[in-house]
């Protein structure tokens, strides 16, 4: 009897103990995703660069950390896999960003998609462009991150392209140009971006990787280590 008593107990705290584990291996895994969920809502989120628009400052393959709390915390207005929204975007604290700032932001055009680009003019800004040269408010604006390739003669975006009349940009608005000028899609095509779209701004490269690297070698071969830690300016 007494065996059984014990063999008993000793059965019933083992059974409590695979609950206990149970309980606590969900609890653990529980509170990593609200974690998770918590840092890529309000703190970091990462980003790869697909496109050229922003080289030399960023590769094709450059994966990004951006602070979404930068320029004040956003407060997600979505249902989950759903698109639908609960209430109108909500921003606190939101401060504008600066000239100079590399930001991810919603593409006006297509806010399903992602776009990193430069902030070039803030509001109130007078903003031309001449022959490629930018000026802000009649004075030429120094830019040593820029790439620019040898233009089209002949290519009708040109104009476009390469030259913007004086243009006094609106509050809460910004103009975002790529550092590759003549390979961004940017706001010489579509126009003004609003603030509110803006997502958080560009901190650092953790990885880097050449995907034109097709042939693999080992131990590291297409790892851009060099790149690997970089402050984005």
């Keep these: 009897m007494a065996n059984k008593s014990t063999n008993g ?10 609950k206990s584990v149970v309980r606590e291996t969900t609890e653990a895994i529980l509170i990593a995703l609200f974690l998770a969920l918590f ?11 697909p496109s050229g628009s922003m080289m030399n400052t960023l590769l094709i393959g450059d994966h990004i950390l951006v602070s979404k709390f930068a320029y004040g915390i956003h407060i997600p207005n979505e249902i ?55 000026f802000i408010n009649n ?3 120094q830019e040593d991150y820029i790439l620019h390739e040898d233009p089209d003669p002949d290519s009708p975006l040109e ?15 910004l103009i975002m140009l790529g550092d590759n000028r003549e390979n961004s899609q940017d706001s010489r095509f ?9 997502k958080g701004k560009a901190l650092i490269i953790y990885w880097s990787w050449d995907e034109s690297m097709h042939q693999m070698p080992l131990f590291g071969g297409g790892v851009r280590f060099d790149r690997i830690g970089q402050i984005i300016r």
């Design 39 to 49: 840092i890529r809502t309000f703190i970091l989120q990462a980003f790869k660069i």
């Design 80 to 134: 989950p896999f759903t698109g639908a929204k609960l209430f109108p975007d909500i921003v606190l604290f939101q401060k504008t960003p600066q000239r100079g700032d590399i930001i991810v932001f919603k593409f006006p055009r297509d806010e399903s998609r992602d776009f990193i680009k430069r902030v070039i003019g803030v509001p109130g800004d007078v903003m031309e462009i001449r022959n490629q040269k930018i």
């Design 159 to 173: 104009d476009i392209r390469d030259n913007l009349a004086p243009t006094l940009i609106p509050p809460r608005r």
């Design 9 to 18: 107990a000793v059965e019933e705290t083992a059974g409590k103990k695979s």
């Design 139 to 141: 004075q030429p604006l």
């Design 190 to 198: 579509w126009g003004f971006l609003d603030i509110d779209k803006v």
